[in-house]
């Protein structure tokens, strides 16, 4: 058998720290202990202890002198180093400037995606019990794909909670649109019926009030906004609210709780928390042991997360009870169990589940790295143009230090620390940049706080990092540059430094390259929007209004007043409305079965938005003639590859229907929404939840406040519900607004930080030259002849640059925008040539300037140089 | 007295490599002050403060021979000096002069309290 080794890592550590002179002592009792150790416990328990000892073992008067403490000695020479380069940025003051501008505003952008991905990463870890508390979901096969739902079967908390020993706490959450009553104000609020171990579950601790009052059926607890929106500042406990969950059914509660103030990162909350038993009262025909239903969400809490397993096991007599109760289409697959810890990354993927998900987040993330990244890029890129062209200015001192015994590695390291002393400029603008700007614009722009706060601890270790790398990355080429050259050959004056360093021009191209990009996909952006704010919805949306109704009295009462204004056109019933509300059947056809979304109106919807249609006809005004009738969109005809869709039949929910008519394709929801294969057929008029008219046009507006006026008339006691067709899609095209800004921020950078590259070089460049232009000028150059001569190092680069930023830059823009947006404009040329357009501008900008300098000035002066 | 300084631990150390002879080297040293304490000690703390009294001139240190339990690695042996059995010898005394005045001491605390 081969004998028992002390663990290798500790023994790596050990040799690193040690004194050599001591390492063959103590490694040897090291390993005498540890031999004794293992014949008394196991092997895994004596090589922690190893470990542990060794750790132990960092004491001072045992460990080496590490490097750095050899360093200190260098302390009068890093001294000098600062003094030199503090003068240098103030002796240089426009080179300093693109440099720290430059690369304070690549950290800012950094430092603003490091708080960004904080937030992200920080959602829901606040909660204590995250690694104990899971969500029930189950699989299930909808149209031949498993899918993940995050709804639960009635029956199942109950019964696992009964079962199992192992879990401590179980709560269901069911969410109710309700309105509340408070004084003379009503208002829509979405009621959350739950357990009252949700708030042992879940870490949400109570500003006012205690917890547990949640088990009495007439207590509420409020969220904070909610508390201020009812009751402002003041104390609400012991207030009450009417809750009206329907007509003639409501219920006051008294207010026993205020949480406190949500964390910023979350993906469950509430507004209104009250017993899960109160949805007896809310809703007559709750079935609490009905399997062919279900709730929202059903949460458990185990005692040891390892608990999870063995309750899995034990499911598949609930998944039996489950399939034998559903029909045929609906049978699940199996049940599972999501941990609240990673819920929010999950979220994603679970349909019809509670929680947000945070998917989109970890996209911004990437993209604002990468950004990041592109950004840091250019700004290196300037820092190192510039170094290479005015290490000329050096040179004697360069060859003055080496005379007097600097090595190449001293010289290295001179000009590495004299880039930490910029970057460290940079960062504390940089900082200063995020904290002042780039982070609060972000939040406004989004109206939502993202907590972040300067004393994090985290950030101070991402901060050194980042100043390490930067200076590291942005100064390694440099300082090696500089410090190869012999130093006979400097103080001889044969070196021609940075004239003719091809890298300068590799690195500004790539930066011209970069902003021919940037510029683009902004430019495109913006022609998106444009397009996409003019964009057909397939209807008309600019005539239209709707309002949500209760049910079928409050239509017949509101449609009948409605009907009596000049304005009103057509008005329409229907259960579910474009834009708001649908829901989904599936199409059983004798060889397939199809999900789709289903609308259910009346006659005369189609009239009143406007769809127009394509084959067929519209629903007759009979009532009961066309109730086995359907009218379909072109995708649906499309995907089920009808030839002669008029007078297909199929079967839905064991009933037949025939398709009497097909309407175009029009947008149900937003642009970001792939319109989906959908169906309608007539409403039944007790079903009714929407009136929707049609005005005049030109007067929806005096309509829309018709509409509200007779809707307070009838119902003071219900908050109104409506709004105009418009602005149905909510905050979409704001959005939009927001992608195209964001673009336009990160372009700006971009071309700002090239342009600046750009005037840095060509301004060294004209400087280098001063006796070349001089004595050109006194020889009778005239406009012309200098400018050529200025633009001559560089036309080609422009060129070349050019021809290669257009194309990746249409290339990026053209996947960035399919990628972005399901419906897009037709992807032109005309956004790149508009962004070469720009690019030239500022090329022509930069260099004229320069040429204007040379043209101005005094050519005798130039000749006295030196 | 005051050149001296030697910690409390440090005493316990260099008493126990006085009376260890041949047999004081570190493993051993920290069995024999692990099992007297009924405490368990890091090797650390040991080495660290065998090196310190070392460096003040308490302890002397060979090499010993190398053995198969310890991996081929030789021991360190260590061994008091004589400035080292000095200082010992003159704790033990300041210590046996304070035991003597102490009947006095408690019986004056006795008196205040």
């Given at each position: 058998m081969?004998?028992?080794?002390?663990?290798?890592?500790?023994?790596?550590?050990?040799?690193?720290?040690?004194?050599p002179?001591y390492l063959?002592?103590?490694?040897?009792?090291?390993?005498?202990?540890?031999?004794?150790n293992?014949?008394r416990y196991?092997?895994r328990?004596?090589?922690?202890?190893?470990?542990?000892?060794?750790?132990?073992?960092l004491?001072?008067s045992?460990?080496k002198?590490l490097a750095?403490?050899?360093?200190?000695?260098?302390?009068?020479?890093?001294?000098?180093?600062?003094?030199v380069?503090?003068r240098?940025?103030?002796?240089?003051p426009?080179?300093s400037f693109?440099?720290?501008i430059?690369?304070s505003?690549?950290?800012?952008?950094?430092?603003?995606?490091y708080?960004?991905a904080?937030?992200?990463?920080?959602?829901?870890?606040?909660?204590?019990h995250?690694?104990?508390?899971f969500l029930?979901?189950?699989?299930?096969n909808?149209?031949g794909?498993?899918?993940?739902?995050?709804?639960?079967?009635?029956?199942v908390?109950?019964?696992?909670k009964?079962?199992?020993?192992?879990?401590?706490?179980?709560?269901?959450?069911?969410?109710?649109?309700v309105?509340?009553?408070?004084?003379?104000?009503?208002f829509?609020?979405r009621?959350?019926?739950?357990?009252?171990?949700?708030l042992?579950?879940f870490?949400?601790?109570?500003?006012?009030g205690?917890?547990?009052?949640l088990?009495?059926?007439?207590?509420?607890?409020l969220?904070?906004?909610?508390?201020?929106k009812?009751?402002?500042?003041?104390?609400?406990?012991?207030?009450?609210?009417?809750?009206?969950?329907?007509?003639?059914n409501s219920?006051?509660?008294?207010i026993?709780?205020?949480a406190?103030?949500?964390?910023k990162?979350?993906?469950i909350?509430?507004?209104?928390?009250?017993?899960?038993e109160?949805l007896?009262?809310a809703d007559?025909?709750?079935?609490?042991?009905?399997w062919?239903a279900?709730?929202?969400?059903t949460?458990?809490?185990?005692?040891?997360p390892?608990?999870?397993?063995l309750?899995?096991?034990?499911?598949?007599k609930?998944?039996?009870l489950?399939?034998?109760?559903?029909?045929?289409?609906?049978?699940?697959?199996?049940?599972?169990?999501?941990?609240?810890a990673t819920?929010?990354?999950?979220?994603?993927?679970?349909?019809?589940?509670?929680s947000?998900?945070?998917?989109?987040?970890?996209?911004?993330?990437?993209?604002?790295?990468?950004?990041?990244?592109?950004l840091?890029?250019?700004?290196?890129?300037?820092?190192i143009n510039?170094?290479?062209v005015?290490?000329?200015?050096?040179?004697k001192?360069i060859?003055?230090?080496?005379?007097?015994?600097?090595?190449?590695?001293?010289?290295?390291?001179?000009?590495?620390?004299?880039?930490?002393?910029?970057?460290?400029f940079a960062?504390f603008?940089?900082?200063i940049?995020?904290y002042?700007?780039?982070?609060?614009?972000f939040?406004?722009?989004w109206?939502?706080?993202?907590?972040?706060?300067?004393?994090?601890?985290?950030?101070?270790?991402f901060?050194?990092?980042?100043l390490v790398?930067?200076?590291?990355?942005?100064?390694?080429?440099?300082?090696?540059?500089?410090?190869?050259?012999q130093?006979?050959?400097?103080l001889?004056?044969?070196?021609?430094f940075?004239k003719?360093?091809?890298?300068?021009?590799?690195l500004?191209?790539?930066?011209?390259?970069?902003?021919?990009?940037?510029?683009?996909?902004s430019?495109?952006?913006?022609?998106?929007?444009?397009y996409l704010s003019n964009?057909s919805?397939?209807?008309?949306k600019?005539d239209?209004?709707?309002?949500?109704?209760?049910?079928?009295?409050?239509?017949?009462?509101?449609?009948?007043?409605?009907?009596?204004e000049p304005?009103?056109?057509?008005?329409?019933g229907?259960r579910?409305h474009?834009?708001?509300?649908?829901?989904?059947?599936v199409?059983?056809?004798?060889?397939?079965?199809?999900e789709?979304?289903h609308?259910a109106i009346?006659a005369?919807?189609?009239?009143?938005?406007?769809i127009?249609l394509?084959?067929?006809r519209?629903?007759?005004?009979?009532?009961?003639?066309?109730?086995?009738?359907?009218?379909?969109n072109?995708?649906l005809?499309k995907?089920?590859?009808?030839?002669?869709?008029?007078?297909?039949?199929f079967r839905?929910?064991?009933?037949?229907?025939?398709?009497?008519?097909?309407?175009?394709?029009?947008?149900?929801y937003?642009?970001?929404?792939?319109?989906?294969?959908t169906?309608?057929t007539?409403?039944?008029?007790?079903?009714?939840r929407?009136?929707?008219?049609?005005?005049?046009?030109?007067?929806?507006?005096d309509?829309?406040?018709?509409l509200?006026?007779n809707?307070?008339?009838?119902?003071p006691?219900?908050p109104?519900?409506?709004s105009?067709?418009?602005?149905?899609w909510g905050?979409?095209?704001?959005?939009?607004?927001?992608?195209?800004?964001?673009?336009?921020v990160?372009a700006?950078i971009?071309?700002?930080?090239?342009?600046?590259?750009?005037y840095?070089?060509v301004?060294l460049?004209?400087?280098?030259?001063?006796?070349?232009?001089?004595?050109?000028?006194?020889?009778?150059?005239?406009?012309q002849?200098?400018?050529?001569?200025v633009?001559k190092?560089y036309?080609?680069?422009?060129?070349?640059t050019?021809?290669?930023?257009?194309p990746l830059?249409?290339?990026?823009?053209?996947?960035?925008?399919?990628?972005t947006?399901?419906?897009?404009?037709?992807?032109?040329?005309?956004?790149?040539?508009?962004?070469?357009?720009?690019v030239?501008?500022?090329l022509?900008?930069?260099?004229s300037?320069?040429?204007?300098?040379?043209?101005?000035?005094?050519?005798?002066e130039?000749?006295k140089?030196e | 007295m005051?050149?001296?300084k030697?910690?409390?631990?440090?005493?316990l150390?260099?008493l126990t490599?006085a009376?260890?002879?041949?047999?004081a080297?570190?493993?051993e040293?920290?069995?024999?002050?692990?099992?007297?304490?009924?405490d368990t000690?890091?090797?650390?703390?040991?080495?660290?403060?065998?090196k310190?009294?070392e460096?003040?001139?308490?302890?002397?240190?060979?090499?010993g021979e190398?053995t198969?339990?310890?991996?081929?690695?030789?021991k360190?042996?260590?061994?008091?000096t004589s400035?080292?059995r000095n200082?010992?010898?003159e704790?033990?005394?300041?210590?046996?002069g304070?035991?003597?005045?102490i009947?006095?001491?408690?019986y004056?605390l006795?008196?205040l309290?």
């Open positions: 081969k004998p028992v080794q002390p663990p290798r890592w500790p023994l790596k550590f050990l040799r690193f720290f040690l004194k002179e063959e002592e103590i490694e040897g009792d090291m390993e005498e202990i540890f031999l004794e293992t014949t196991s092997v328990k004596a090589n922690r202890m190893y470990a542990w000892e060794a750790i132990k073992l004491r001072l045992l460990i002198n750095f403490l050899n360093q200190l000695k260098h302390v009068g020479m890093f001294r000098n180093y600062f003094k380069s503090i240098g940025l103030m002796k240089n426009l080179s693109i440099n720290i430059g690369l505003f690549a950290i800012g952008i950094f430092v603003f995606a708080a960004f904080r937030w992200t990463f920080s959602t829901d870890q606040f909660h204590e995250k690694y104990e508390v029930v979901t189950f699989t299930a909808r149209d794909a498993e899918q993940l739902f995050g709804r639960t079967p009635r029956p908390g109950e019964l696992l009964a079962e199992f020993p192992q879990i401590r706490n179980m709560c269901r959450v069911e969410d109710r649109r309105i509340m009553k408070h004084a003379d104000h009503v829509h609020e009621m959350r019926f739950t357990d009252p171990s949700f042992e579950m870490t949400f601790p109570l500003k006012w205690t917890a547990t009052t088990t009495d059926l007439n207590s509420i607890i969220s904070e906004p909610m508390a201020q009812y009751f402002g500042e003041e104390n609400p406990i012991g207030q009450s609210l009417r809750v009206i969950f329907s007509k003639d219920k006051e509660f008294k026993t709780g205020v406190k103030e949500f964390p990162a979350l993906t909350r509430f507004d209104f928390l009250i017993n899960f109160n007896r009262t007559l025909d709750y079935k609490y042991d009905d062919t279900f709730v929202n969400a949460f458990i809490q185990v005692r040891q390892s608990d999870i397993p309750i899995s096991q034990a499911m598949e609930y998944k039996a489950q399939n034998e109760a559903v029909k045929e289409d609906w049978a699940i697959s199996s049940f599972g169990f999501e941990p609240l819920l929010h990354e999950r979220s994603e993927y679970i349909r019809d589940d509670i947000r998900s945070s998917r989109d987040n970890y996209l911004s993330i990437m993209f604002l790295v990468g950004i990041s990244i592109f840091l890029a250019l700004a290196t890129f300037n820092y510039i170094a290479i005015t290490a000329t200015r050096r040179l001192e060859g003055v230090r080496k005379c007097i015994g600097a090595t190449r590695n001293t010289v290295t390291v001179q000009f590495l620390a004299e880039n930490v002393v910029i970057t460290f960062l603008v940089g900082v940049f995020a002042t700007f780039f982070i609060p614009g939040e406004k722009l109206s939502f706080n993202m907590d972040f706060n300067l004393l994090d601890p985290q950030l101070w270790i901060l050194p990092l980042l790398m930067t200076s590291v990355v942005s100064g390694i080429y440099p300082s090696l540059y500089i410090s190869k050259f130093v006979v050959n400097i001889k004056g044969s070196v021609m940075g003719r360093n091809p890298l300068t021009k590799v500004l191209g790539f930066q011209l390259v970069m902003a021919c990009i940037f510029i683009t996909t430019i495109m952006f913006s022609q998106n929007n444009k964009r919805w397939g209807y008309n600019a239209a209004l709707f309002a949500k109704v209760p049910d079928q009295a409050a239509y017949e009462q509101l449609s009948a007043l409605m009907g009596q304005n009103v056109l057509s008005i329409a229907s579910d474009v834009g708001k509300s649908h829901s989904t059947t199409v059983h056809l004798p060889q397939r079965e199809y789709v979304d609308l009346d005369n919807y189609f009239a009143t938005l406007e127009p394509k084959a067929g519209t629903f007759n005004d009979h009532e009961g003639s066309d109730r086995q009738a359907v009218i379909v072109e995708l005809v995907n089920l590859g009808w030839t002669d869709p008029v007078g297909q039949q839905m929910d064991s009933m037949s229907y025939e398709v009497i008519g097909v309407v175009k394709d029009f947008h149900n937003s642009f970001s929404t792939v319109v989906a294969p169906l309608f007539l409403a039944d008029k007790k079903d009714f929407y009136v929707t008219l049609k005005a005049r046009a030109g007067t929806e507006l309509t829309y406040r018709a509200e006026a809707w307070d008339k009838l119902f006691e219900v109104f519900d409506g105009l067709q418009e602005d149905v905050i979409y095209f704001e959005q939009l607004g927001i992608y195209k800004l964001v673009w336009t990160f700006s971009a071309v700002t930080l090239a342009t600046l590259g750009l840095g070089m301004r460049n004209i400087e280098g030259r001063t006796k070349e232009f001089s004595i050109r000028k006194v020889m009778g150059a005239g406009l002849n200098l400018t050529s001569s633009t190092p036309a080609i680069l422009f060129a070349i050019l021809v290669i930023g257009a830059g249409f290339a990026f823009g053209k996947w960035i925008i399919e990628f947006y399901p419906y897009h404009m037709p992807i032109t040329v005309s956004g790149v040539s508009l962004a070469v357009a720009i030239i501008l500022a022509a900008a930069t260099v300037t320069q040429i204007i300098k040379v043209l101005k000035a005094n050519p005798v130039g000749l140089v | 005051k050149k001296t030697l910690g409390e631990f440090e005493e150390v260099l490599v009376a260890l002879q041949q047999d080297y570190g493993v040293i920290k069995r024999e002050l692990e099992s007297r304490l009924k000690l890091s090797v650390g703390s040991i080495q660290s403060a065998l310190r009294m460096d003040k001139g308490f302890l002397t240190s060979r090499f190398a198969q339990k310890r991996g081929g690695k030789r360190r042996i260590y061994a008091t400035h080292g200082v010992l010898e704790m033990k005394n300041l210590r046996a304070l035991w003597n005045a009947p006095n001491l408690a004056e006795k008196v309290g």
